[in-house]
């Protein structure tokens, strides 16, 4: 299980039960931490936790719509991503959200893939990465890989060298498994390097 204070936090806010469901579900799926809500005075008390990275919010909603939502957002928290996502787009809307430092604004109905690009931008542009252990985890397997070949060692020797099991040394390099400082130690003494090397650029 992931933990939360790795993970993305990405806050719904839409009237629409079912469009609530839907991105839940799959945001979930690409490992974000997802919270939905379908009104938008619960919503300012979920953006005061301070869990969140990201906010998407529908424009027509009752009571208070995703403009005043987002002015509203603003005073709580003027670092938070957020997109809008409509229906009904207009010039004047789309003037207001950029106003407001939207980071982009969506029709509906959305291709999903076209919805996780736009997700990634955001983070990329906020510094964020959609899971920064397992991104660690790819570049210390990546890192150990190419050691091992530059050195013309196969998993059979590496795991003479180790004490360390074939298999287990080939999930970390397919960033299957995370290694513990025991193992990477190993890992380092047996490629000739610093275990600060097997890190790279993260």
């Known amino acids: 299980m992931t933990n939360l204070t790795t993970q993305v936090g990405i806050l719904i806010v839409d009237d629409d039960r079912e469009i609530c469901d839907y991105m839940e579900t799959f945001l979930s799926r690409d490992g974000f931490y997802v919270k939905t809500m379908t ?15 990201l906010a998407i919010l529908d424009l027509m909603m009752p009571k208070m719509d995703g403009i005043e939502l987002l002015r509203h957002i603003r005073k709580i928290d003027d670092d938070l991503a957020v997109i ?13 959200s950029l106003k407001l430092d939207v980071v982009d604004y969506i029709k509906k109905p ?25 991104q660690l985890h790819k570049v ?53 390097t610093k275990i600060t090397q097997l890190f790279g650029n993260f």
Do not use: W
Not at 129 to 134: D, G, I, T
Not at 152 to 176: C, D, G, W
């Open 140 to 192: 210390i397997g990546s890192t150990i890989r190419a050691l091992r070949k530059e050195r013309a060692l196969t998993l059979k020797q590496m795991a003479r060298r180790t004490s360390l099991s074939v298999s287990l040394l080939s999930q970390i390099e397919r960033a299957e498994s995370s290694a513990s400082i025991s193992s990477l130690y190993k890992i380092a003494v047996a490629l000739d």
């Open 84 to 96: 809008i996502f409509t229906g009904y787009p207009s010039l004047e809307t789309a003037v207001a």
């Open 39 to 53: 009104s938008s005075e619960a919503a300012l008390e979920e953006v005061k936790t301070g869990r969140y990275h």
């Open 110 to 134: 959305f291709n999903p893939d076209e919805f996780r690009d736009v997700i990634d931008r955001v983070l990329k542009r906020k510094g964020l990465a959609r899971n920064p252990e397992e």
